[in-house]
């Protein structure tokens, strides 16, 4: 939607999903849904908790969030998997939380995890954080993974080409005295799988996609059958090397790429080559956020920010319509990971509503995020999830 642009009263969304304008400016969606991010419990209690976690998502609009298993203990068993279970119900329900497994012992890619122990508990398996560096480790692991019926959600890393970088291999690390790493440090591992992917039949999901190597083999995989979905950032759509700046919040991985892959990016976002957005809300400690872009922990935030950046960046400069960017936030994820929508899953928003970006106002624990500062449009009014009310905005907007 640009600016001044008019809405009937409902619009439709695969899935039984609709859109409803309820007032002037206000909206009401199917409830968001995120398969990556990071609640950091257990083990890492200090950056985030399940329940800060849910709260910043139900602020963000989302009824939905897969948990990646980077923790401590890592999911790799029924019995570590049970604390992260046991967490996710004493948080109660304020979003639907879904765990992944994790693929290999302690995601260390030498061992296989217990697959068929784990299966029939968590929504996928991923080793997300770090990639999967044997191929016929990989190859065992999608067979096995074909045979459970359950995606494999890759972390895609060639760990030989990172050498040390931080940021994108590009001009701003060339002028600045960074060390990069290489865009094929990810679509080499992604060319890989596709071909595994093939030969296997297994159900492959990539996560995170930052440059347009990615995107040519994923859409020619999709092409040629390839049971094969994959997801990008807001960050990745939006921001590209040169709004890099010398911060911690600007280091993420994958890094931003060049203005080139941002805009590819864009380009299957809307041919349909990358099927969702996932935020990767990855919260980390201000201490590990503030050593600079060399020093700082990997990881930025995004629940509570993603819809209004991408709605300001990409809808109202009418790039993707409103029905498009709910397809890629509530509808897509859902569809390819079996998550269902209940019917009284929806989030409301007031699209009109204009502000400057404060993660000191976040209710996650994480700060870092590269919007801090960004002038955007759409404030969550209310979050629904299971018929009750998650999150409302007290701060006077309209329809309270």
Known sequence: MTAGQEYSPVLRTDMGGRIVRKAKGVFVFPGFCDVHVHFREPGFSYKETIISGSRAAARGGY??????PNLNPVPDTPEHLAREEELIRAAGDITAVYPYAALTVGEKGQEAADLEGLAERVIAFSDDG????SESMMRSLMERCKK????????????????????????????????GI?????????????KLAKETGCAYHV??????????LIRQAKREGVDVTC????????LDENDLQEDGRFRMNPPLRSREDREALTEAL???????????????????KSRGLAGSAFGIVGLECAFPVLYTGLVRTGILSLEQLTEKMAIAPRKRFGIPLPEGDRTEWDLEAKYTVDPEDFLSMGRATPFAGAEVYGRCLRTVHNGKTVWEDQSGNPEQ
């Open 148 to 179: 459970l019926g359950k995606i494999i959600a890759a972390h895609c890393e060639d760990e030989s080409l990172v050498r040390g970088g931080y940021i994108h291999d590009g001009i701003y690390a060339r002028n600045h005295g960074h060390r």
């Open 63 to 68: 009824t939905a969030v897969c948990a990646m």
């Open 182 to 194: 290489c865009s094929e440090s990810e679509w080499g591992p992604i060319a890989r799988d596709l």
């Open 270 to 288: 809307l041919d349909g080559t990358i099927d969702m957005i996932a935020t990767d809300h990855a919260p980390h400690s201000a201490e590990e």
């Open 207 to 216: 996560c995170h996609i930052s440059c347009r190597e990615s995107a040519e």
């Open 130 to 133: 770090k990639g999967v560096q």
């Open 231 to 238: 997801e990008t950032a807001p960050h990745y759509l939006l």
